[in-house]
């Protein structure tokens, strides 16, 4: 799966929000660095987090098993898999949240963006 992301500091300093519908447009005009734009490449059976990482991303984590949200992202466009899920309330799951450190692509396009800690209603979820 191919999977273009997006950093959140950048929607907080630029005023945008993760509902604007040309927010990716946006953010491929804007000559953003790679870290904070770009894509990477899903392989099957492999989670967000690892495929980011594995491209030489550092986003955030810090349980890997699904039970902190630290690894949270908004999917945008496409969509996801978890196995689990016993922390992301379904207003969450609606907003599109998942945790990307037991997120696999099921689809072939996905636009995500990550390190969405300031988001309403994730700060408390964090440990
Ligand atoms: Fe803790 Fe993903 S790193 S839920």
Redesign the pocket.
């Known amino acids: 799966a191919r999977v273009e992301f997006l950093d959140y500091d950048v929607l907080t300093e630029r005023g945008w929000s993760l509902t604007d519908d040309d927010l990716f447009e946006k953010a491929a005009e804007s000559g953003l660095d790679g870290d904070a734009y770009g894509e990477v490449f899903v392989e099957p059976r492999t989670n967000l ?1 690892k495929a980011a990482e594995d491209a030489g991303h550092s986003w955030p ?12 992202v908004a999917v945008v466009e496409g969509d996801v898999k978890m196995p689990s899920n016993h ?1 992301l309330s379904e207003e969450m799951l609606e907003q599109g949240v998942r ?4 997120s696999l692509p099921v689809t072939d396009d996905l636009k995500v963006v990550y390190n969405i800690e300031h988001l309403p209603g994730l700060d408390e979820l964090r440990l």
């Open positions: 987090l984590f810090a349980c890997r098993g699904g039970a902190c949200a630290n690894c949270a922390i945790l990307s450190c037991i």
